[in-house]
């Protein structure tokens, strides 16, 4: 198995890596060694191959999901961790989604700084905040994560229209199946369509065949079979005594039913739509053309209307999303339609007034459809189903936004280090020897919609990681991150970051809605990913090409249609990962599962309500998946009249559980909640002034300008300096025994 250099044995593993036995004790020979990087005379009290336990006295830190929202309150809460001594003193930095992003910046920063030990790149202590050029950085690029401007513009709607007909591309066997297949082109009735220009156009009358007689035999008795077999289930369905796999089986094979009668009636209703578009281009009536202009009209009368409501209307910027995503939609599927309406019109302009038999010969049979439709087939396959999606352009979106590099004092323009944007940071290159860095962990959801598992409760994923040494899960198991990044080129610490804050897409995780999983998929959104089984990677270096790397290869239509239909499971060589959040957007869960002493978890996610869903979920997953018990009263984060809480911060305790003969252990949980106490600084309180949704605003809104980004980040840096009114003696000493020990 491939090894990190100058340290063979983190990942000296023969075979197929286990959590306990192998991604344990090599995260903790980096912590042993981080931790003499800070402090010579520090160790581990236990070998690094003993179970976990809170006497190892790891640290952790999460920062939670939210979007830019998060990444810019946790970077405040960053700084204020560093200048109270307490961050050096943090083993692991576990993110999802945007709290992954600033996470992300750090480690690219401290990993490409040369110093030893390199500094805190986000410091501001004892000089003016712009004396930090990352935060500077960040600040002057916080509007860029959604590209503005003519050229950004032009560039990010290029990306979108090359992915939305690289998606399309994938139907066209499909398309080119429904011209071939559409009754409309097989029906002897065709000489009656267009000799007599109006079949269905009218009302019945004597001479013409009722609307049902189109229909052939086949799509009759479909239509039939399912109508009936639907209502027997209904009718089954009805009795609960039915066992649940049972019943499991009865509403799939009813939804299988309804999905033929569905194919049969689109495709036998087409006539009416075919027939209707095609007099409508190539017969207009005398004086009249197809009214492309009214349509050109109509769109460029919108697009206006839009601007101009964004422009001058109060909550303008808000209310002109709804209205361009409702249109995007409604153009994304009437394009493709229409594609497949012009191809069908472009055979029937062919027929001849002669015979239906002989355009029946003509059409169905010219010696060039079985070449297209093979050229169709392979190359939807060979597409591969990474690109087609919306990944890359929000991977590069976000890398150039949190991706970043400490350049040398001569490339920094005047005298000081600087930053530049990185190009590329391999997972396996960051928290090297040497560095401060906590260890990294990036979350991510485990999509599995396809697989009928009691042990998953019913959540269709489970948690995945990735990491500096391993990635995988308990689930699919762990392989070498060097053995991945050699088989997948493009995975790194930007591939990760995005992935972990996949959030759009058809199949969601515990969030995945049915409804919306086949328009989300046509309409290509969709950001999540395609990896090989970590399970099934080969612990050996492998080739640049050959059987090795086409086995794990994700076909583009294979993938696609496995998102379309949700049948992604974790049985083949490929496995389908999207938001952490999608399962648990705090992402402290797996510093739980690492039995950390203290875990401190910055949420700011979008909680207007104080509802503390995200925390809620926390505590049932731990309880259910862990037998760790949570002990937490939140009274002092939740609002009072006034819309003010008396805290930021509370702390509770963690109760771990007996295992493999050891003691029940008890660790502390410090939960940080982007909330307002009222005794924030003037900068805080007018942003609020203007915005009553603040610090909650929607993480659709993934725009901040310089007032919005600095509001947040000064919050998150407020919520640790001010810490607590419950607990608050909890909250010095907690303070006090970390920079202690660092």
Request: hydrophobic fraction near 45%; glycine fraction near 10%; charged fraction near 15%.
């Amino acid at each position: 198995m491939a090894s990190s250099p100058g340290n063979p044995q983190d990942v000296d593993v023969k075979g197929h890596a286990r959590f306990l036995a192998d991604v344990l004790p090599a995260e903790k020979r980096y912590i042993e060694r981080r931790r003499q990087a800070i402090d010579p005379a520090a160790s581990l009290p236990r070998p690094p191959t003993a179970a976990p336990s809170t006497a190892d006295g790891l640290v952790g830190l999460a920062l939670s999901g939210g979007g830019i929202r998060s990444a810019a309150f946790n970077l405040g809460v960053l700084q204020a961790l560093h200048r109270r001594g307490v961050l050096p003193s943090v083993d692991y930095l576990s993110t999802v989604s945007g709290g992954g992003w600033i996470g992300a910046a750090l480690q690219a920063l401290l990993a490409s700084d040369a110093r030893a030990p390199a500094p805190f790149p986000f410091a501001t202590s004892g000089e003016h905040s712009s004396a930090s050029p990352a935060l500077g950085y960040l600040r002057a690029r916080a509007e860029t994560l959604v590209p503005l401007g003519l050229g950004g513009g032009v560039r990010a709607l290029a990306l979108l229209v090359r992915g939305q007909l690289l998606t399309w591309s994938l139907l066209l066997p499909v398309v080119i199946f429904l011209v071939c297949a559409s009754s409309p082109l097989v029906t002897v009735y065709l000489d009656w369509c267009f000799e007599r220009h109006g079949l269905l156009l009218h009302p019945p009358r004597p001479g013409w065949l009722p609307p049902w007689q189109w229909f052939t035999e086949g799509s009759r008795q479909l239509l039939g079979l399912a109508v009936a077999w639907n209502a027997l289930t209904m009718v089954f369905l009805s009795f609960s005594r039915l066992s649940p796999s049972l019943r499991r089986r009865l509403e799939r094979s009813s939804g299988v039913a309804l999905a033929g009668a569905l194919v049969a009636l689109v495709m036998e209703l087409q006539i009416y739509v075919i027939i209707r578009w095609y007099h409508a281009v190539m017969y207009p009536p005398a004086g009249h053309a197809f009214p492309w202009e009214r349509v050109l009209q109509v769109v460029l009368a919108g697009a206006v209307a839009t601007w101009l409501v964004a422009r001058f209307v109060p909550y303008g910027r808000q209310l002109a999303r709804p209205v361009m995503l409702a249109a995007a939609l409604g153009v994304s599927v009437a394009v493709p339609y229409a594609t497949y309406l012009v191809a069908v019109s472009a055979f029937l302009r062919r027929y001849p007034t002669a015979d239906s038999a002989g355009w029946m010969t003509d059409v169905l049979a010219p010696s060039w459809w079985p070449s297209a439709a093979l050229a169709a087939f392979v190359f939807a396959i060979v597409l591969h189903a990474n690109r087609v999606s919306l990944h890359g352009f929000y991977r590069g979106r976000l890398s150039r936004m949190f991706l970043l590099r400490a350049l040398p004092p001569a490339e920094g323009g005047d005298g000081r280090p600087g930053v530049g944007s990185a190009e590329a940071v391999h997972l396996s290159e960051i928290n090297r020897d040497g560095s401060w860095a906590p260890y990294a962990l990036l979350n991510a959801a485990l999509n599995l919609q396809g697989v009928d598992d009691a042990s998953l409760h019913g959540r269709q994923c489970d948690f995945f990681v990735f990491s500096r040494y391993f990635v995988g899960s308990d689930r699919v198991g762990y392989c070498a991150t060097r053995d991945m990044e050699a088989l997948v080129t493009d995975l790194d610490l930007g591939t990760a970051m995005a992935v972990s804050g996949a959030a759009a897409a058809p199949n969601m995780g515990t969030y995945t809605a049915g409804a919306t999983v086949s328009l989300m998929t046509f309409l290509n959104i969709r950001l999540g990913y395609w990896l090989p089984h970590p399970g099934r990677v080969s612990p050996r270096p492998v080739a640049a090409s050959g059987p090795g790397r086409l086995r794990w290869y994700p076909a583009g239509l294979t993938c696609y249609l496995r998102e379309l239909l949700s049948r992604i499971d974790d049985h083949g060589d490929l496995v389908f990962l999207t938001d952490g959040g999608h399962l648990e957007n705090t992402g402290a869960y797996e510093l739980l599962r690492r039995r950390c002493a203290v875990v401190i978890a910055s949420d700011a996610e979008e909680d207007p309500a104080l509802a503390f869903g995200g925390l809620a979920a926390l505590v049932r997953y731990a309880r259910i998946s862990l037998g760790t018990e949570i002990e937490l009263d939140v009274s002092a984060l939740r609002r009072d009249a006034k819309g003010h809480s008396a805290a930021h911060a509370v702390v509770g305790t963690i109760r771990y559980p007996a295992i493999d003969g050891a003691p029940a252990e008890t660790g502390t949980l410090v939960y940080l909640k982007a909330t307002v106490t009222g005794d924030e600084d003037v900068l805080i309180e007018e942003y609020r002034s203007r915005n009553d949704d603040f610090p909650h605003q929607s993480t659709a809104d993934q725009v901040f300008d310089e007032a919005q980004f600095e509001a947040y980040r000064s919050l998150g840096e407020h919520a640790v300096g001010r810490g607590t009114e419950a607990g608050a003696e909890a909250l010095p000493g907690w303070i006090a025994s970390l920079t202690s020990r660092a």
